[in-house]
Structures are given as structure tokens and as C-alpha cells.
């Protein structure tokens, strides 16, 4: 398994998962051995949520991932700079960050996944697409990050942003990372 450098693993009874966990999720798509929840409360867009939903189903999927429970949180910029600062100490606002919360002796994989709806806003209109194209990047980078991809180096950099926009062209949302490029 891979190291993940920069990333919060939180046991499940732990006081971070509560500060964090979702309250009264509006949306739930479950299965039998996954499940996805969405809060939006702080979003600042309106967004196909069973489009995100099947996003992560394909990806979970892709992955071979079974008994999963992925939490999303789509927040405005303030409750990113909140979570940005209480876990990882710091004061700025970024587009996505995401916590693998598994409990190393459970069959279950619990990840919660934090995107930011303002800035998914600013970068669709900056880069000429959706801003739901722009929160499924976001929310297919926080997965990928909690199935062990990571983009510290270069290299893994370049492998997990390949691969964001293959599985995003496959999902129906076209290339968004590398937008103006083809992919190698």
C-alpha cells in the first residue's frame, strides 16, 4: 500500500471525524455494499447530485472497491478555509481535501471528501467548462487520493491527473483537467 505523506487518517471514533462528519446528509444513494452521501447545505450551486453519485459508483467500481461509504461536503469558501485550517493548519481556501476515515479492523472503507463549490465557480469560468465538470474533478481527485493515488512528486502528479481525465471523459464530463491537451 502506498504511503500517503499528506493525507489525515482518522480512526472512526476519533474527536476529528465529528468535527467533520455530516449531519443531516439531503441526498443518499446507497447499495447494499456502498454507499454515497452527499451534504450540501453550504453549496453555493445547484448540481446534479445523482450525476456526482454515479461518478463515484463508476469509480468505486473502476477500482473494485465494495463495502465503501464516501461522504461529500460541498462548502463554500469559508468552510474549506475552516477545514483547511483545523486539519492541516492552513488559513486559505483550496479546491478539494479529503480524509480517509477506515477503521483498520472494519471490512468497510469510509472516506469523506470535502469540495468546494465557490472555487469549482471561478475555475469553470476561467477554464471554459461546467462547474459541475469542475466539482466532479475535484471530487474524483479527493477518491483517487483515498485509493491511494497521490501528486506530491511530479510523476504522481502527472498519473493522477492521466487519470482523473480518463475517468471523467468515460463518466460523460469530457477532459477538465487537461482541458486544452490530449491525453498521452
Known sequence: MKKK????????????QKAISIKHPPYNM???????????????????????????????????????????GIVDDAGIIEVHHKFLQKDTTTDVISFDLTDEFGPEQTFQIIVNSEMALRQAEKRHHS???????????????????????????????KTEDEILQAAGFGVVYHKQESID
Do not use: W
Open 5 to 16: 505523506q499528506h493525507r489525515t487518517k482518522t480512526p472512526k471514533n476519533s474527536p476529528k
Open 30 to 72: 446507497d447499495t447494499p455494499n456502498n454507499q454515497v452521501l452527499f451534504d450540501t447545505q453550504n453549496a453555493t450551486i445547484d448540481v446534479d447530485l445523482s450525476k456526482l453519485e454515479k461518478l463515484v459508483r463508476f469509480i468505486c467500481e473502476k477500482f473494485q472497491c465494495s463495502d465503501t461509504m464516501v461522504h461529500i
Open 131 to 161: 462547474h459541475e465538470a469542475e466539482l466532479a474533478l475535484y471530487i474524483t481527485h479527493g477518491l483517487l487520493h483515498n485509493l491511494g493515488f497521490d501528486d506530491i512528486l511530479a510523476e504522481d502528479a502527472k498519473k493522477i491527473h
